[in-house]
């Protein structure tokens, strides 16, 4: 099976990845990847763009180098409430939104502080993919999330940068959310969480995993361009953009 979509990307823009733009798209261009989604990480992760730089993202071109680009950003769940901390006004600009917990953003609490962390984020209709939820140090009730994101049409990533070693002990939690999602109908999508323009299209270790949980090709994202594009564009984005 080959994946032919990767919207999980960094550029130095994020403030710890290591190459550009054009090198990551240029990469995606090499490798096969189709449609390339450039997704930094929201203003409140030390080092990250400010918040003019997803206001300005109608600049970038949208095809470079043969691929598809879309423009999004990794925005961070700060509280309870599922605040993020992207205003509506830049949301609605965006091609797309993936949705992380991440540590400098929000302390860690116990299950039901973090699930309900995640369960009011997914309220906010923009939220089109959860990164990462396998991350150990965030214990959720992966029944409820996914029984939300099929009611509210999110796409729960998979994330190899976490299965090669970014999120120790990740991969026990996303076997079990893989097995979640195939049970209950609700679509994935892999993501490479890629922070050098090497890693953009190595799905390895999710491919693996994947596979190894019998996840229907159907339920997969990244096995066809018009699969991501009908998705956002369900959504009411993308909306002067058709595939040739």
């Known amino acids: 099976m080959k994946y032919l979509i990767d919207l999980h990307t960094h550029t130095i823009v994020s403030g710890h990845a290591y190459t550009t733009l054009l090198e990551n798209i240029k990469q995606a261009s090499e490798v096969g990847i189709k449609i390339?989604?450039?997704?930094?990480?929201?203003?409140?992760?030390?080092?990250?763009?400010?918040?003019?730089?997803?206001?300005?993202?109608?600049?970038?071109?949208?095809?470079?180098?043969?691929?598809?680009?879309?423009?999004?950003?990794?925005?961070?769940?700060?509280?309870?409430?599922?605040e993020l901390d992207i205003p509506e006004i830049i949301q609605n600009k965006l091609d797309y939104i993936i949705a992380s917990l991440h540590d400098v953003c929000i302390e860690p609490g116990d299950k039901e502080y973090n699930t309900t962390a995640v369960l009011n984020a997914m309220d906010n209709p923009n939220i089109d993919i959860l990164g990462h939820l396998g991350n150990p140090v965030y214990p959720i009730d992966i029944d409820a999330i996914v029984d939300k994101a099929k009611e509210k049409n999110i796409l729960i990533e998979i994330n190899n940068g976490s299965l090669s070693g970014s999120r120790e002990g990740s991969y026990d939690n996303c076997i079990k959310i893989a097995q979640a999602c195939k049970e209950k109908g609700v679509r994935v999508i892999l993501g490479t969480d890629s922070h050098i323009s090497f890693t953009i299209g190595n799905f390895d270790k999710v491919k693996e995993l994947v596979d190894s949980a019998k996840m229907p090709e159907e339920l997969i994202m990244n096995t066809n361009e018009k699969k991501i594009v009908e998705y956002l564009k369900g959504k009411g984005k993308l909306e002067n953009f058709n595939l040739e």
């Open 36 to 82: 390339m989604g450039t997704s930094e990480h929201g203003p409140k992760m030390p080092g990250a763009p400010h918040i003019w730089y997803f206001g300005n993202m109608d600049k970038i071109p949208r095809e470079v180098y043969g691929v598809t680009v879309l423009k999004g950003c990794e925005a961070n769940i700060l509280n309870i409430n599922g």
